[in-house]
């Protein structure tokens, strides 16, 4: 089981300053790092719970792909809290090099083998993203579904990484010489995650009283 290197709690967050010291060279390597666990496990079954009842309804992101999302408001209510901390915020710019992150974007979406559902390379470059990050919320191991990343010229692939642990988190640099996608599911399992971007040029979150939370088209 790998270390954890930080983990959002219900009310406060574990730090593992020698942790995330090792998290920040790999992701100045590789642009991407794990954060096993990142979710503790109260906040994790509370999250799952709503969404074995929630309602999930078709998503196209046009050239990039389709899926399920999910707009259940405690879900999504408690998901945007805790991942814009500013503590937590902190953490994120520490590993990534990235400063200025001002607030953090995201949705809840499933992809089920069979379903038509699929996620084509882009680089999310728009809309001050800064870093990505996927949490996983599913509540059993799937099969496919890996987020892959490679270089935008070459077209070298630099990782395939199957990110199956319940709470665990992907984070991953955006930048137009980089792209992303995660390949198709198998199985009969679905994948379920939070998506999103940390985020450099918007109102600081939680500081301003007119902040709004709004849906943004993925780019290519």
């Excluded at 389709?66 to 937590?88: A, C, G, Q, W």
């Excluded at 599913?138 to 642990?165: I, Q, Y």
């Amino acid at each position: 089981m790998e270390p954890i290197a930080v983990q959002i709690q219900r009310k406060d967050l574990l730090i593992d300053q020698t942790q995330v010291g090792k998290l920040c060279t790999e992701f100045r390597e590789a642009h991407w790092v794990r954060l096993p666990q990142l979710l503790d496990s109260s906040i994790l079954d509370f999250l799952q719970a709503r969404l074995d009842k929630g309602r999930w309804e078709s998503m196209s992101h046009g050239k990039i792909g389709e899926e399920y999302i999910t707009n259940d408001l405690p879900t999504t209510s408690l998901l945007h809290f805790v991942m814009n901390r500013p503590k937590f915020r902190t953490i994120i710019e520490e590993i990534s090099g990235c400063k200025g992150l001002r607030w953090f974007r995201g949705r809840v979406y499933r992809m089920i083998a069979g379903a038509g559902h699929h996620d084509n390379w882009h680089s999310d470059i728009a809309y001050s993203n800064e870093v990505g990050m996927s949490l996983n919320l599913s509540r059993n191991p799937f099969r496919g579904g890996l987020f892959m990343l490679r270089e935008g010229d070459s077209k070298r692939v630099l990782a395939r990484v199957a990110n199956t642990g319940p709470g665990d988190a992907l984070i991953f640099r955006i930048s137009p010489d980089l792209h992303h996608r995660i390949s198709d599911l198998e199985g009969e399992e679905p994948k379920t995650a939070f998506a999103g971007w940390f985020k450099s040029s918007l109102p600081e979150c939680f500081r301003d009283s007119n902040m709004q939370i709004r849906e943004e088209p993925r780019t290519v």
